[in-house]
Each structure stands twice: as C-alpha cells, then as structure tokens.
C-alpha cells in the first residue's frame, strides 16, 4: 500500500526519529514511548525487505532501550514498564521474521553474557518465538 511506499521512502528520517524518541522518557505514562514502538511495529511490518541492512543499528537501540527501562529507578510504574518491554520485544520478534532468523543469531551472544534476568526474559521471547 501507499503507507508502505511512504514508509520507505523516508525510511532513514523515520528511524532517527524512532530512534531518537526512544532514548528520552518522557514521564511516567511513557505514551511517546509506547506510541513510538507501535510505530516502529508498522514500519517493520510494511518496509520488511528494506530491514536486514537496518538491522544492527534497530538491534542496539532496541537492546539498550530494554536495558534503560530495566534499570530505569524513576516514577514510570511497573505494567508501564512492562508494556515497554513487551513493545520492545514485539519490535525484534518482527525484526526476527524479517531477517530470516539474524537477530535471534545476534542474541545468543548477549543472552549469554547478560545477568539481569528481566533482560534475559525478553531475549528468550524472541528465541522462542517461531
């Protein structure tokens, strides 16, 4: 569809953005935050074959944002929190389906080397997730 043409097309604005919404908390409901995984959900899904060359820089963010909001000590209250991290986790599923399987590869590596078991949750998502 048009969406999916649009998405494209401005694809490497689109990840800034995406990016850059998901370094900054924005308060305790988190709705930029939500709003834009959910917006990064779509993209994935309309703008897949363009996603495996995305991949790494998508992978980290989403890592680190998992990270962040794990260790996150502020005000944002725990079923927040978890939607965060089931949004994020929901992102390298799709990330997985459409890289034919390169981000679960990619996790073994932190899954192994990562302690917090709130983290380790989220990768065994994806690795599960067929």
């Known amino acids: 569809g048009r969406l999916g043409i649009l998405i494209v097309r401005h694809m490497k604005r689109l990840e ?3 990016l850059g919404y998901l ?3 924005d308060g305790p409901e988190e709705e930029a935050r939500l709003g834009i995984l959910e917006t990064l959900q779509c993209t994935i899904e309309h703008a897949w074959p ?12 989403l890592l680190r944002f998992i990270w962040d909001v794990h260790t996150d000590q502020g005000s944002t209250p725990e079923p927040v929190k978890a939607a965060l991290l089931q ?11 459409c890289s034919e399987g390169q981000v679960k590869v990619l ?7 990562c302690e917090e078991s ?3 949750d989220c990768i065994r998502k994806v690795q599960e997730n067929t």
């Open 23 to 25: 370094e900054v908390c």
């Open 87 to 97: 949004a994020a986790t929901d992102c390298l599923i799709l990330l997985d389906r």
């Open 107 to 113: 996790l073994e590596g932190v899954y192994s080397s």
């Open 50 to 61: 363009r996603m495996p060359c995305r991949l790494p820089v998508l992978l980290k963010a």
């Open 118 to 120: 709130r983290v380790r």
């Open 16 to 18: 800034r953005v995406i």
